[in-house]
C-alpha cells in the first residue's frame, strides 16, 4: 500500500517562507516524477509543480519564482520551498506521483498566509 505524508505546514505572515516535506512509500520513487498540488478553501484541487526523475523542474506560473520543488530520492522526499508567501497561497497542500495513483492521497498539510 503507497503511502504519502506530507508535513511543513503551518500558519505565516505574508512575505514569510515555508518549506513542505512529503515522504512517498513508494518502490519505484526514484525512477517516478513527482508533483505537489494545492486545495484552496471551496476549490478542487490544483497543480503547483512538478519533478521529473531526472530532477528537471516545472512550477504553475502563479507561484513560479516563489516556490521550488525539489527530491531527494535517498529519502524517497519531495519539497516544496515557499517563499514570498501570499494570501492567496492558503490551502491544504498535497503530494503524489504523477500520473497520480490513482485513489491514494494523503492527508495534506495546511498552509495559512494572513496578510
Known amino acids: 500500500q503507497v503511502q504519502l505524508v506530507e508535513s511543513g505546514g503551518g500558519s505565516v505572515q505574508a512575505g514569510e517562507s515555508l518549506r513542505l516535506s512529503c515522504v512517498a512509500s513508494?518502490?519505484?520513487?526514484?525512477?517516478?516524477?513527482m508533483g505537489w498540488y494545492r486545495q484552496a478553501p471551496g476549490k478542487q484541487r490544483s497543480f503547483i509543480a512538478r519533478?521529473?526523475?531526472?530532477?528537471?523542474?516545472l512550477h504553475d506560473s502563479s507561484v513560479k519564482g516563489r516556490f521550488t520543488i525539489s527530491r531527494d530520492n535517498a529519502k524517497n522526499t519531495v519539497y516544496l520551498q515557499m517563499n514570498s508567501l501570499k494570501p492567496e497561497d492558503t490551502g491544504v497542500y498535497f503530494c503524489?506521483?504523477?500520473?497520480?495513483?490513482?485513489?491514494?492521497w494523503g492527508q495534506g498539510t495546511q498552509v495559512t498566509v494572513y496578510s
Open positions: 513508494l518502490d519505484t520513487f526514484s525512477v517516478s516524477d
Open positions: 519533478v521529473t526523475s531526472g530532477g528537471s523542474t
Open positions: 503524489n506521483k504523477i500520473p497520480n495513483i490513482v485513489g491514494v
